[in-house]
Structure formats: C-alpha cells, structure tokens
C-alpha cells in the first residue's frame, strides 16, 4: 500500500521559512517523480514544484520560483520542499504527490498516488 505522509507545516509569519517533508512507502521510490500541490481556501489545487527521479531536473510554478526549493532524499524515501520568503497568499493545504509519468508535471491528473497534505497558514 503507497503511503504519503506530509510533515512540517505550521504557522509563520510573512517573510518567514518552513520546510515540509513527504515521506514515501509502499513504492519504488526512485521511479517516480515527485511533486507538491497546495489548495488554498476556496480555490483549486495548484501546481507548486517536481522533481525529477533522479533530482538532477526541478520544476517550479511562477510563483515558487526563486522562493521555493524542492529536493530529495532517495535513501530516505523522502521529498522536500524548503519554502522562503513566504507570503500570506501561500496560505494552502500542501500535497505531497508521485507519478512515474514523465510528462505533464503542472498536470494535477497525472498524479497517482496523494498524501493527506499538510497546513500551512502565512499570517500577515
């Protein structure tokens, strides 16, 4: 049985960090690409950051470039997202995903496998 467990979010202030963890079990860790996708409170989910199985290739959403920074520990079965400089509107449910598919990193249905997401509130 896959399992994603998300960890590490909490309540910051504006311009503080948090660094969200997804640990990974049940499946061939290395095979898949990862990817965090957060909700915000009545909207849709959205793309944020993929890694590539390797870690050598990052993806990024406009708004997580150069604040954001998705990683991941293969002996650890674990991907991270180190998140800077944050803002109120990255208030969000985060997600920890995995696909094995290579394309389509933005595309939230190309996903397979979901974790139970994390709370991160941004106070202003």
């Known amino acids: 049985q896959v399992q994603l467990v998300e960890s590490g979010g909490g309540l910051v202030q504006t311009g503080g960090s948090l660094r969200l963890s997804c640990a990974a079990s049940g499946l061939t860790f290395s095979s898949y690409v990862m990817g965090w996708i957060r909700q915000a409170p009545g909207k849709e989910r959205e793309f944020v950051a993929a890694?590539?199985?390797?870690?050598?290739?990052?993806y990024y959403a406009d708004s997580a470039k150069g604040r954001f920074t998705i990683s991941r520990d293969t002996a650890k079965n674990t991907v991270y997202l180190q998140m800077n400089s944050l803002k109120p509107e990255d208030t969000a449910v985060y997600y920890c995903?995995?696909?094995?598919?290579?394309?389509?990193?933005?595309?939230?249905?190309?996903?397979?496998?979901w974790g139970q997401g994390t709370q991160v509130t941004v106070s202003s």
């Open positions: 995903a995995a696909k094995q598919s290579d394309w389509g990193h933005e595309r939230l249905y190309a996903y397979s496998y």
């Open positions: 890694i590539s199985r390797s870690g050598d290739n990052t």
